[in-house]
């Protein structure tokens, strides 16, 4: 054993020693390191170990010990069903929690950018309208069948394709106005770069013309169409476009998709395709298309009174930035008044009963809503006009659930 000695060069060389440090005593025999279980990372029982050092170890012992760290490094790696912590629980269950924590987490980044870039106030909005219309068509009980069900589930899902690739394409011509008006929108703070949005706008523009070429329905083919051409006009920057650089034209964009398209286009679909009905444009559906046309002018007007600040500065010459917030919020007010009047008149000269009383006391009950809110709106704060536009969309999805009481 004498030629297995360790030198003092050999543990001055090894890393990590002190050079100052003297050599281990010579090792006695019958001497033994403690049990490994009683070695615990935190410090605790090392003080056994240091006296034992202090004693000398042989060779296998320090190759015991070294093996012992190296193994301790991987033992994170390497779990086991029968490790525990000190609590009792196992090792790889905390483990397990990071694991599906470090998962998840990205997963909900991204629904979360992904639901901020579709602007879901508009999605809500554009299916509700597409359902209300659509049952204005149906004239009795036996029409809500699985045919009336599956041409509005198609004309739904086509149509909100290409909602979210309009609002994208907005958002990436917008990219530099939005850090201004809304950062929170995924290309605005970054989280999306240009080259994503063009990924997303340009997927959700073939799915959605692809689902209208597959359902073969001319009305619902057209109306894709018309909002395709409107939408990229009203925002791509090429010359004779970006339509939303004038206050005029941007309404009548937002004007034309939201109350005529929507209502007429997709009413003919469930009419004449799904039903295989002649076209008939109801009272109904012309007091929706009227209505509707008020709100749109509302909702095209109102929309740049939060924004201003950025319009002003990127040149957008919007009603806001022209005539005043103050002026245009309530013109936008009157007018929902107006329609809201011509809705009680309307429904009260229904011969349907029961119509007339919902669409007389819904109406009214909307205008004193709208008016008193109204009436406590603080136009210097920038938060209280943005929330007054999410209550004017509550107003539009609330006239869509009226519009089929209509008779």
């Excluded at 005593?25 to 240091?50: Q, T």
């Excluded at 790889?92 to 879901?120: C, M, N, Q, T, V």
């Excluded at 899902?157 to 917008?174: C, R």
């Excluded at 018309?226 to 964009?253: E, M």
Aim: charge should be positive; glycine fraction near 6%.
């Amino acid at each position: 054993m004498d030629s297995l000695r360790l030198r003092p060069s050999l543990l001055a060389a090894r890393p990590g020693t002190a050079a100052a440090a003297p050599p281990p005593a010579l090792p006695r025999r019958g001497h033994f390191l403690p049990p490994l279980c009683s070695i615990h990372p935190n410090g605790k029982g090392l003080d056994s170990l240091s006296s034992q050092r202090a004693q000398g170890l042989t060779l296998d012992q320090y190759q015991k010990l070294f093996g012992w760290k190296s193994s301790y490094h991987r033992i994170p790696h390497r779990p086991t069903a029968s490790s525990a912590d000190a609590s009792g629980q196992p090792f790889h269950s905390g483990a397990e929690a990071r694991d599906s924590a470090s998962i998840w987490k990205p997963i909900s980044s991204s629904l979360d950018a992904f639901y901020r870039f579709s602007r879901p106030h508009t999605v809500i909005g554009t299916a509700l309208s597409i359902v209300s219309v659509s049952l204005l068509a149906v004239e009795s009980l036996s029409d809500m069948s699985p045919l009336f069900l599956t041409g509005l589930l198609e004309a739904v899902v086509a149509a909100l394709f290409m909602n979210i690739y309009i609002v994208g394409l907005n958002q990436l011509f917008d990219i530099e106005i939005d850090k201004v008006n809304k950062p929170t929108l995924p290309l605005a703070s970054g989280e999306y770069s240009p080259a994503t949005g063009v990924a997303l706008v340009s997927a959700f523009a073939v799915m959605s013309f692809g689902l209208g070429w597959a359902v073969g329905s001319r009305p619902l083919f057209l109306a894709l169409f018309i909002s395709f051409i409107l939408g990229t006009a009203y925002s791509i920057n090429l010359p004779f476009l970006r339509w939303k650089r004038s206050a005029v034209v941007a309404a009548l964009c937002i004007l034309a998709v939201r109350a005529v398209i929507v209502q007429l286009a997709f009413f003919l679909h469930i009419q004449t395709f799904v039903f295989g009905r002649p076209a008939v444009f109801s009272r109904p559906l012309i007091f929706a298309t009227a209505f509707m046309t008020f709100f749109s002018v509302v909702i095209a007007l109102f929309k740049d009174i939060p924004d201003i600040e950025g319009d002003r500065i990127f040149g957008i010459r919007s009603f806001s930035v022209r005539l005043g917030q103050k002026k245009v919020f309530w013109i936008c007010v009157g007018l929902l008044e107006m329609a809201y009047c011509v809705a009680i008149l309307m429904g009260a000269t229904s011969a349907c009963l029961w119509s007339r009383y919902a669409t007389v006391l819904g109406h009214a009950v909307l205008a004193a809503i709208l008016w008193n809110r109204s009436r406590s709106l603080d136009l210097t704060s920038k938060t209280a006009i943005t929330s007054f536009y999410m209550f004017i969309w509550k107003l539009f999805y609330a006239e869509y659930l009226l519009i089929p009481l209509v008779r």
